[in-house]
């Protein structure tokens, strides 16, 4: 990473980096990343919830500078997901840590880790990768709803805090290298998201739009695609929220 900017306190380190990543002069690429959000956004119009201790960044990435062409940004976003997976293994090494596409990561069957990826309006080659990702932050207080669906590292550690920095870091390195192997043409995306897939082999619904498909997941294609074996055929999405039934 080039550049970093680290503040107290924002509304949301997503709406600041789509306001810099306007300027065509802005180095990138650059993360931005907050110790507090008062207004972070999820997926769809959801409100992103984060208590201090999380760790919450953004990084604007220019995608023909990073050797991505628009064909591979499906994978990127896979690939964004799997970084973080694999940068928790190294801190968690006995925990369950999984990936439920497109790239919500997963610690001990309840939501660790969100992504929210949005394309510039000025400059469309720029893409800002949001990443909330619950560290010291502890769901034993919160309600019981959320504490069904959501965990964080110090829960899943009984107690244990972690350097925030270190894990960024960690999610870096495994990040750039996983970029670099998808822009050479080598990474095998199919076989790395299988050993960490939550909904393989599970009846799902997938809901885009009014649309609702029910079946059987069966992985992600070469492409990301996610495979919904339904009572027809093998279908092939790019875009919707998946549960499982
Ligand atoms: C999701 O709905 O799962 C995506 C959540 C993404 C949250 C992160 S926190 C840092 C960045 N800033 C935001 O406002 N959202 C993303």
């Known amino acids: 990473m080039r550049y970093a900017e680290w503040l107290n306190q924002v509304k949301s380190t997503n709406d600041l980096a789509l306001t810099f990543a306007r300027v065509p002069s802005i180095a990138v690429p650059l993360l931005i990343g907050a110790d507090l959000q008062t207004a972070g956004r999820g997926r769809g119009a959801h409100q992103w919830w984060s208590a201090e201790g999380s760790l919450m960044f953004s990084i604007i990435v220019d995608m023909p500078g990073v050797g991505l062409r628009p064909a591979d940004w499906p994978r990127f976003?896979?690939?964004?997901?799997?970084?973080?997976?694999?940068?928790?293994?190294?801190?968690?090494?006995?925990?369950?840590?999984?990936l439920k596409w497109p790239n919500d990561v997963w610690l001990d069957g309840r939501k660790v880790?969100?992504?929210?990826?949005?394309?510039?309006?000025?400059?469309?080659?720029?893409?800002?990768?949001?990443?909330?990702?619950?560290?010291?932050?502890?769901?034993?207080?919160?309600?019981?709803?959320?504490?069904?669906?959501?965990?964080s590292m110090i829960d899943a550690s009984h107690g244990n805090e972690?350097?925030?920095?270190?894990?960024?870091?960690?999610?870096l390195n495994e990040w750039e290298s996983l970029i670099e192997d998808l822009s050479q043409g080598r990474l095998n995306l199919p076989e790395r998201?299988?050993?960490?897939?939550?909904?393989a082999g599970h009846p799902v619904?997938?809901?885009?739009?009014?649309?609702?498909?029910?079946?059987?997941?069966?992985?992600?294609?070469?492409d990301g695609a996610l495979l919904l074996r339904t009572e027809f055929a093998t279908e092939k999405h790019y875009a919707g929220t998946v549960r499982r039934m």
């Open 162 to 171: 972690f350097c925030r920095t270190e894990i960024l870091i960690a999610f």
């Open 205 to 222: 619904t997938l809901s885009e739009g009014d649309r609702e498909t029910i079946g059987v997941c069966s992985g992600i294609d070469d």
């Open 193 to 199: 998201w299988s050993r960490r897939c939550v909904l």
């Open 77 to 98: 976003s896979l690939v964004t997901g799997l970084a973080i997976a694999d940068a928790l293994s190294l801190f968690l090494p006995s925990a369950r840590i999984g």
């Open 113 to 151: 880790c969100g992504i929210l990826i949005e394309q510039s309006d000025l400059i469309p080659d720029r893409l800002i990768v949001g990443i909330g990702l619950n560290v010291n932050n502890s769901f034993n207080a919160a309600p019981h709803e959320q504490r069904q669906t959501a965990t």
